[in-house]
């Protein structure tokens, strides 16, 4: 972990020295420094994740003229699938790096939206902005999914400014405390000091959604600082990376959740999934559980990632038809008296289907068996 922080700290003050020693005239430049950059970063982790992000960047550069030319757009399919096949056997066959491994699901996302884009918003996308969408390192395995036609190139011409750059450290330092000192120290010594037998299960059923729930708040410091140390170094380079957390912790009911928690993910499922799916069955309820569903098996292609898919759906589309049918009931339940209740159940259930759907976890696993007799063999098989 060491080396490779002390690796991706060389590797972005090499390229910031170069990034800033080229004017702001030659803004091409600035953008190759960063493609080429990243993607010698990315080989020096992981060869065959450049290799193949390279070769998915190529493919979606060359069919987004196609696609983008309406004699064409029912090509899309095809062409998502040129781009599926190979990152789909980088995920899950050749990669071994748990890093790397996230980057490989977002540069699915990502190269997915530049072939959708081409072919609904006829928009030519350049092999130049294909490259750095895909390859640069901050976003690479960290987030948030940005999209090409709204990220990056305007920033290749801007001057240095001191302020936004001590912003950027400012804001890297704050992810950095997070990873480090909240996440890895202060939770998970928490953890370990309330059950210190890694293969033993929690306690008795207070004690294992007390488990359930500080770990789910471990993945949300840990996930949210590492959005920080990439927003933070975009920064660096005067690019604006969106936000991606919106205080989730807070949130009452699954629909204010998926408002705030991974929102550059929730955008992406609007857009790309959601809203095409209801344009062509006009039904909101099946769009949205289609939607999850198919995200679930984009985190991780196991049953129990499916079932998490599936559990946030019919969640999220139960909630819409109870809202509809129930408003009276809905505004009651947003009253600052029940609030505390919808958010507890709220968390609860993020945090469980969380909980069941990562069979990594040896004391999950055991509190599964306890609790409703999924055996730690079963939730291996299936996960």
């Not at 629909?255 to 955008?267: P, V």
């Not at 946030?312 to 505004?331: D, K, M, V, Y």
Request: proline share 4%; glycine share 6%; charged share 15%.
């Amino acid at each position: 972990m060491l080396a490779d922080l002390v690796l991706l700290a060389s590797a972005s003050g090499m390229m910031l020295v170069a990034f800033w020693l080229v004017p702001p005239s030659l803004p091409s430049v600035r953008c190759w420094i960063l493609v080429v950059g990243s993607c010698a970063l990315i080989f020096s982790i992981s060869p065959y994740g450049a290799l193949v992000t390279v070769a998915a960047s190529l493919i979606c550069a060359i069919w987004s003229p196609v696609l983008a030319d309406a004699r064409h757009r029912r090509k899309l399919t095809l062409a998502a699938l040129s781009v599926l096949v190979p990152l789909t056997l980088w995920r899950h066959v050749l990669e071994q790096d748990p890093l790397v491994h996230i980057g490989a699901a977002f540069t699915t996302l990502r190269s997915l939206s530049v072939l959708a884009d081409s072919a609904w918003r006829r928009t030519i996308f350049s092999v130049r902005d294909v490259l750095f969408l895909n390859l640069f390192f901050p976003t690479f395995a960290a987030g948030p999914i940005e999209t090409a036609r709204n990220f990056g190139p305007a920033a290749f011409a801007s001057r240095f400014s001191l302020e936004r750059f001590l912003v950027g450290a400012l804001r890297i330092l704050v992810g950095l405390f997070k990873m480090d000192y909240l996440a890895n120290r202060v939770l998970f010594h928490l953890l370990a000091r309330f059950w210190p037998d890694a293969a033993a299960a929690p306690d008795g059923v207070a004690a294992g959604l007390f488990y359930v729930l500080i770990r789910f708040l471990w993945v949300y410091v840990q996930f949210s600082g590492l959005t920080d140390v990439a927003i933070g170094t975009a920064q660096l380079f005067h690019i604006t990376v969106r936000e991606n957390f919106d205080n989730p912790l807070i949130a009452v009911g699954i629909r204010d959740f998926w408002r705030r928690w991974h929102r550059s993910l929730a955008d992406w499922v609007v857009g790309y999934i959601y809203l095409p799916t209801v344009r062509r069955t006009g039904r909101v309820e099946l769009s949205i559980f289609v939607a999850f569903t198919l995200i679930g098996l984009w985190h991780r292609l196991t049953l129990l990632y499916l079932a998490w898919g599936c559990a946030h759906g019919a969640a999220l589309g139960l909630s819409r038809l109870f809202r509809n049918r129930f408003r009276r009931a809905t505004e009651m339940i947003a009253s600052p008296v029940l609030r505390p209740i919808g958010w507890g159940l709220t968390m609860l259930f993020v945090a469980t289907v969380s909980a069941i759907a990562d069979s990594s976890d040896s004391r999950l696993a055991r509190l599964l068996e306890d609790t409703i007799g999924i055996s730690s063999e079963i939730a291996r098989w299936f996960g």
